[in-house]
């Protein structure tokens, strides 16, 4: 009988995060999926049992340091080691630079990347020592580039790039492997069909990036053997300009 094991969705939606956990417990993985509302998740959480699998709910802010390590405590105690770990918070927020306050920046910064930080420090504390694991961590097109009203999600979103490279390099060479993904392009949630029904209509075409096709990237990106590794991965739409 296999060792159980564990993968970690931190920011668990109801789009991306709840597919990439509802991939990763079709293989067999303990998912543990965080909100910082543990109640919301109660819908991924019934919809992960109704195919077999095993989940387990934690409410948690993933901003607050002492929440991060007792939560990787707790499920490497009660739960199954972590093998994966995926950061899925994202922090999309719109202001003129002018209109942009100090409250708004450091409030996205800490989402985007403090947040990447505090997860990846406490995942790898656990996987180094048994030399093996995966973390993830989700970006976006402001991972790369910066727009007009996006200051602060871009600020947040080329740290957690640069958290991600500086990781990669730091752990790779002992066993961990480390990828970033930029997510470019509109998802398939139902955000973007309220407030974007043009680019929704692009569903049908495949115009907008489906959840489950994303986490079917990220179970791949896993199990790649280690003579071939990703670092970054970009996923968009075929339609979409870059």
């Given at each position: ?106 409030k996205v910064w800490q989402m985007c ?66 990828a970033h993904t930029i997510i470019d ?15 929704y209509a692009l569903k049908d075409q ?37």
């Amino acid at each position: 009988m296999a060792e159980p094991k564990a993968c970690l969705v931190i920011g668990a939606g109801d789009a991306t995060g709840g597919a990439i956990a509802r991939r990763f417990a079709r293989e067999g993985f303990e998912t543990c999926v965080t909100r910082r509302h543990a109640d919301k998740l109660a819908p991924l959480v019934e919809a992960i049992e109704g195919e077999g699998g095993k989940a387990h709910a934690f409410g948690s802010d993933a901003r607050e340091e002492d929440q991060m390590i007792d939560l990787v405590a707790k499920i490497e105690r009660d739960v199954a080691p972590i093998e994966v770990a995926v950061f899925n918070i994202g922090g999309n927020v719109n202001f003129p630079v002018t209109e942009t306050t100090s409250r708004v920046y450091l409030k996205v910064w800490q989402m985007c990347a403090f947040a990447g930080f505090l997860m990846g420090r406490e995942v790898a504390k656990q996987m180094l020592p048994r030399g093996q694991g995966t973390i993830l961590f989700t970006g976006a097109t402001a991972s790369v580039r910066g727009g007009a009203g996006f200051s602060a999600f871009s600020g947040g979103k080329h740290a957690l790039r640069a958290l991600a490279q500086s990781m990669a390099r730091e752990l790779g060479p002992q066993g961990i492997h480390v990828a970033h993904t930029i997510i470019d392009g509109a998802i398939d949630t139902q955000w973007i069909a309220e407030r974007f029904p043009q680019a929704y209509a692009l569903k049908d075409q495949d115009g907008i990036l489906n959840p489950d096709h994303i986490a079917e990237a990220y179970w791949q990106l896993h199990v790649q053997p280690r003579s071939a590794w990703t670092h970054e991965l970009d996923l968009r739409p075929w339609m979409e300009s870059f």
